[in-house]
């Protein structure tokens, strides 16, 4: 089926969905098309925030459905590592780090 997701701008973008796709799914389209990373979107339907686990089918979506994006730009966490030095840490949202770029620090 085909949804709309359109941004606080305005700007309209098209997805091809199944009815069996999670929301997390539609956020990875739209991060294809528009670049913006799945963390960092928040996608409304009827009001309230969809949640990540949830399919198309769990919200009744149906073909030209229209889905605002909301973005969720700066979040910042503190992380206190068992055992080692005390460290802050504070990232964005948008920053990502893979298992195998983990560094740990050997005293």
Do not use: C, N, W
Request: glycine content about 8%; hydrophobic content about 35%; cysteine-free.
């Amino acid at each position: 089926m085909l949804i709309k997701v359109r941004t606080l701008t305005g700007k309209e973008i098209e997805l091809t969905i199944e009815g069996g796709d999670t929301v997390f799914k539609i956020k990875e389209l739209v991060e294809e098309k528009e670049g913006i990373p799945p963390a960092q979107q928040r996608l409304i339907h009827g009001g309230k925030q969809m949640l990540d686990d949830k399919t198309a089918d769990d919200y009744s979506l149906v073909g030209g459905a229209t889905l605002h994006l909301v973005l969720a730009l700066l979040q910042s966490q503190d992380r206190l590592l068992k055992g080692q030095p005390t460290l802050l840490l504070r990232r964005k949202v948008s920053d990502r780090i893979a298992p195998e770029e983990r560094v740990d620090e050997k005293e």
